[in-house]
């Protein structure tokens, strides 16, 4: 930290809606050796800081990020091995999308576009021609790529505003479940991220509940209702309650 002005400067810009991404240890002097060590840890409470004590995989820091920008134009590419290189930029009627597979397995891309819908062109650099556009989609876009494949796509984004995506990182709770009727297992803190061995549980085998707390404003409004996708769930899901 260059000074104390800049633990302020941090604080404004958290309540303002900004979001801090940071690793390692936590600062707690200025270079004019001023300890910031408590003001530091209050302002890493703050939801929209997210703090990892070693170095995040891309995906997990990724999602920490979209977290706190719902309703974005975003690239969400299914787990698999190799590189996944992205670009996009907004054009005149929509969003010009680079998608690279720089990996030797398929992998699928989710362009997610907040708005209600939304049609596709591809341009093909073999030769320069472009495809018909799609049919008008709702919802976020599946494009799947070979290996060492780039496609190039145009977006074309129509509609009012669909309802915010929102990647529920933080929050969650954390209880194993027993044999044992008698026996009271308490809630605790767990990032969906990261193993239970590493989070307080380094022998428990068995089944283990979830549990967040959402608030949807009053003013959030969806004809549709409400989804919570589990795009990743390695043995059983739930309902949310």
Do not use: K
Not at 46 to 51: S, T
Not at 69 to 86: C, D, E, I, N, T
């Amino acid at each position: 930290m260059r000074s104390l002005d800049t633990v302020e400067r941090l604080r404004v810009f958290l309540d303002a809606g900004g979001v801090v991404v940071s690793t390692g240890v936590l600062p707690s002097l200025t270079q004019d050796g001023e300890d910031v060590r408590a003001a530091v840890e209050r302002l890493a409470e703050d939801p929209h800081w997210f703090h990892y004590a070693g170095e995040p995989s891309w995906d997990r820091a990724r999602a920490a990020v979209l977290q706190a920008l719902p309703g974005r134009f975003h690239v969400v590419a299914a787990a698999g091995s190799g590189q996944l290189w992205s670009r996009y930029g907004a054009d005149g009627t929509g969003v010009r999308v680079m998608l690279f597979n720089d990996g030797d397995d398929e992998r699928e891309v989710g362009i997610v576009h907040a708005r209600e819908r939304c049609r596709v062109t591809e341009w093909r650099a073999v030769d320069g021609s472009r495809s018909a556009p799609t049919p008008w989609l709702t919802g976020p876009v599946r494009v799947r790529l070979a290996p060492h494949q780039v496609r190039l796509l145009h977006v074309e984004i129509d509609g009012e505003r669909a309802a915010d995506e929102l990647t529920l990182l933080s929050g969650w709770w954390f209880r194993p479940v027993t044999q044992d009727a008698d026996a009271t297992c308490s809630w605790q803190p767990i990032m969906p991220f990261d193993g239970w061995q590493a989070q307080g549980y380094p022998t428990f085998c068995g089944t283990g509940e979830y549990r967040i707390d959402v608030e949807i404003p009053d003013d959030a409004v969806s004809s549709d209702g409400w989804d919570m996708p589990c795009r990743s769930v390695a043995e059983s899901d739930g309902v949310p309650v």
